[in-house]
Nanobody
Framework: QVQLVESGGRSVQAGGSLRLSCVVS????????MGWFREAPGKEREFVAA????????ARAPLGKGRFTMSMDSATNTVYLQMNNLKVDDTAVYYC???????????????WGRGTQVTVSL
């Protein structure tokens, strides 16, 4: 069974940077499109970014414009989310997801990791 394992979340001060990783345990992950979502306490899970493995198409939510960048390393089956200039409002659990096509909604993905906690403080 395909598994997604996120890592890299931690506590950081506002203005700092983090790089989240998601390892996909699949021999041919390029059959999936990948997405990053986040869920803050008391809020619904929201879209952050999405991409195909070959980078032929990408999508990014306005919340990360100019600050968040998604990238893929097919050699290691790893998906990254580089986050710069972090804000307190970025505090959330960040999830990696995989699905048959690129989507910006939760129901567009069939596989999910367990998430990694990002906490941003002043």
């Amino acid at each position: 069974q395909v598994q997604l394992v996120e890592s890299g979340g931690r506590s950081v001060q506002a203005g700092g940077s983090l790089r989240l990783s998601c390892v996909v345990s699949e021999r041919s992950p390029d059959t999936y499109n990948m997405g990053w979502f986040r869920e803050a306490p008391g809020k619904e899970r929201e879209f952050v970014a999405a991409s195909g493995w070959r980078g032929s198409s990408t999508a990014r939510a306005p919340l990360g414009k100019g600050r968040f960048t998604m990238s893929m390393d097919s050699a290691t089956n790893t998906v990254y989310l580089q986050m710069n200039n972090l804000k307190v409002d970025d505090t959330a659990v960040y999830y990696c997801a995989a699905g048959p096509r690129m989507a910006t909604k939760v129901d567009g993905y069939s596989l999910w990791g367990r998430g990694t906690q990002v906490t941003v403080s002043l």
